[in-house]
């Protein structure tokens, strides 16, 4: 079965540190992998996707992620992070019949 | 103009009752969702439209009821509603690869 997991529930860097969120999935296929950002109020937004080709995937904002196929992990990255990252995370695998699988999400504290 | 909007954007009601979500959006996409996102933020899928034909219907329970009146609509429709029912739903559309989220509506079953 499809999933995706999160580790980490919460996460808080200073203002201008290089971040890294976490994200493995289990599907049996190419997986299609996704990173979705959600600030307070507001619905979900597409960062960056990952399909096929070269590994490393490059989004908005200064985002960064890197499919890493033996590992089962789509790690979002970005090298200096701004107070307006703040926010909350999502990593999606899409499946076969235009299915999504949501993780839970990784919360960004960001602090001066 | 705001590419997919939901209304309302809160809706706060009494167990029993029934209840809609309006969903719109303008950027002519063929394939409409919905999703609830519970108190932990978990989001799941529970369905998909495409061209007034639905195809995807996760283990949702039947009280509720997606309504297409066209392509650019997908409302939610929610029957008897269940103090479980409390969550944020989120409206999209949009190709499998790229969706387009609305802002959400805040369901709160009293």
């Known amino acids: 079965a499809q999933s995706v997991t999160q580790p980490d529930i919460h996460i808080t860097v200073s203002e201008g540190a290089s971040l890294e969120l976490r994200c493995n999935y289990s599907y049996g296929a190419t997986p299609y992998l996704f990173w979705y950002v959600q600030s307070p109020g507001q619905g979900l937004q597409l960062l960056l996707k990952y399909f096929s080709g070269d590994t490393l995937v490059q989004g908005i904002k200064g985002f960064e992620a890197e499919f890493k196929r033996s590992q089962s992990s789509f790690n979002l990255r970005k090298p200096s992070v701004h107070w307006s990252d703040a926010a909350e995370y999502f990593c999606a695998v899409g499946a076969s019949g235009n299915q999504f699988y949501f993780g839970t999400g990784t919360s960004l504290t960001v602090i001066p | ?110």
């Open chain 2, 1 to 110: 103009d705001t590419a997919v909007s939901q209304t309302p954007k809160y809706l706060v009601t009494q167990m029993g009752n029934d209840k809609s979500i309006k969903c719109e959006q303008n950027l002519g996409h063929d394939t409409m969702y919905w999703y609830k996102q519970d108190s932990k933020k978990f989001l799941k899928i529970m369905f998909s439209y495409n061209n007034k034909e639905l195809i995807i219907n996760e283990t949702v329970p039947n009280r509720f009821s997606p309504k297409s009146p066209d392509k650019a609509h997908l409302n939610l429709h929610i029957n008897s509603l269940e103090l479980g029912d409390s969550a944020v739903y989120f409206c999209a559309s949009g190709t499998w690869d790229t969706q387009y989220f609305g802002p959400g509506t805040r369901l709160t079953v009293l």
